[in-house]
């Protein structure tokens, strides 16, 4: 049934819905199957992963390293694990990723000011920390939802290198830039802690900390979560002073996430010019191969 109908968002969502409880084993079957449409299988891994409960998420770890599956089966299994633990699936994509809008609620995921809680497991994800040291896209979708998890001795991340003259300098820049009057402070708080409904706690946030191409891609086209919408607030900046509030937000605030430079903005603006809308949590969570 699902396997006929996998790309039929209503049908999915029916089918879902009727089944709570029991996504775990549908996905499985699913994914058994021959030739699983990869929006059902990370509809149905979101869907699962959503309810937060390690031995399940820990089936879906074991199915994403399993490389005898199709990569796209892994990708899509990857986002939608990682976009389950963000709290930002319900039955259908679209729907939810742009559902909280106005502010509403998301079940199972404490997200004070924006902040995502790790799941915790009982033992490292082995599959998934060993994925995640290759390069390509498989990898980096792993150390996606590898941000999202803890374990039992989970070695702190690793700590950038100290920030060069030229990159001090661009951090000073963007401390201004981020407290000037209606720039970022008033929104996202002083110290990156978020505002209740109204600003995503940026410290520690995976869309802050992670490739650098998705803070720069939020500041120039805006981003629109469970929070609400962030505006596209670097859009009128210069390639240097988005660089500068770039190299801020994932510096400071406790975060230890390299630097930007503004060759690094220049390009990013230029590969996604056709954009003018929002980003979705989905499109900036997990990478495409
Ligand atoms: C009018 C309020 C507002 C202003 C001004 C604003 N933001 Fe945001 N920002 C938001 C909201 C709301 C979100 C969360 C959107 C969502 O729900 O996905 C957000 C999300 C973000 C994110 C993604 C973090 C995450 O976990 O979702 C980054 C990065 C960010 N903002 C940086 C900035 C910077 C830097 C500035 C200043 C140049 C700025 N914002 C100005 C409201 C604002």
Known sequence: MLRAYGDDQVVVDALISGLPGQE???????????SPSADAVAMLAGATSKGRNPAQVQSIITLASNDAQPQAVRTALMSGLALGLQGGVGNSFGNVVAGGRAGGGIAGVTRRGGAVERLQLGAEPAALTRLAQGSGPAAENARQVLALLDWPGKPPPPAAPPRSPAEER???MGREIYN????????????GQGVERVGAKLAGSPFVVGAADVPIRILVNGKEGALGLMPPAGQGMNDEELAAVATYIRGGFGNTAAAVVP?????????????TTPWTEKELTVRRP
Do not use: D, I, N
């Open 24 to 34: 775990s084993q549908l996905l499985s079957a699913l994914v058994a199957g021959p």
């Open 170 to 172: 661009l951090f000073a």
């Open 263 to 275: 060759a690094q903005v220049k390009e990013t603006r230029a590969a996604y010019a056709h954009r």
């Open 180 to 191: 000037g009057s209606g720039a970022c402070a008033g929104c996202h708080g002083p110290e």
